[in-house]
């Protein structure tokens, strides 16, 4: 049975917020709200986790994982940025956006697109999303908690306990969470490309 932590959505407990990132620490595979909507999360090096969330969402090694980011620090380490990719996506950050970009040497081969060696990162408007990447201090690896054959994510933490009870080993809820995935950005060739409309503006990249 998974874990439920409830935390308050300003003002998250930081031992809530311990305990989450401890047990991401020890392997595990959390469901958690971010600023678009909510996601499965796990360690960066995680094989196992890895493969839980593709059986999960029914990925194909085509997918781009995302690597949740707390500060542009964290994600000019995993993936090369020039200096015009740089100022365009600083002006978009932190907020609803995916940027998928040619990744670094210090992100894990299985996380990359086979052909492109790219990967996705983020840098999300959340407190809690922030609070548990601050105590966690290093990327989590995650992807959209989009079901097989549904349109919509979850939105509220009981359900996602209810429903995935058996498959994840933790839920953080800090109340209703948003159904709009990120606006996905390919960078991975200098131009901007809007691969998916969501949350964010896209309108900044076209």
Known sequence: ???YFDVHPENPQPRTISQVADS??????IAYPTDSCY???????SRDGIERIRTI????????????CQDFAQLGQLVHIDNDVFRAIKASTPGSYTFI???????PRRLLHPKKKTVGVRIPDHVVTQALLAELGEPLLSST??????????????????????????????????????????FSDGEAVVVRRGAGDASRFE
């Open 145 to 186: 908690l989009l079901l097989p054959d549904e349109e919509d994510p979850m939105t509220q933490g009981w359900e996602i306990k209810d429903r995935l009870d058996h498959v994840v080993d933790a839920v953080l809820d800090s109340g209703e969470c948003g159904t709009e995935p990120t606006t996905v950005v390919d």
């Open 1 to 3: 049975m998974a874990k």
């Open 39 to 45: 996601a499965l999360g796990c360690k960066l090096g």
């Open 57 to 68: 969402r029914q990925l194909d090694d085509r997918h781009h994982f995302t690597l949740m």
């Open 101 to 107: 970009l040619p990744a670094t040497k210090d992100v």
């Open 24 to 29: 991401v620490r020890d392997g595990a595979l």
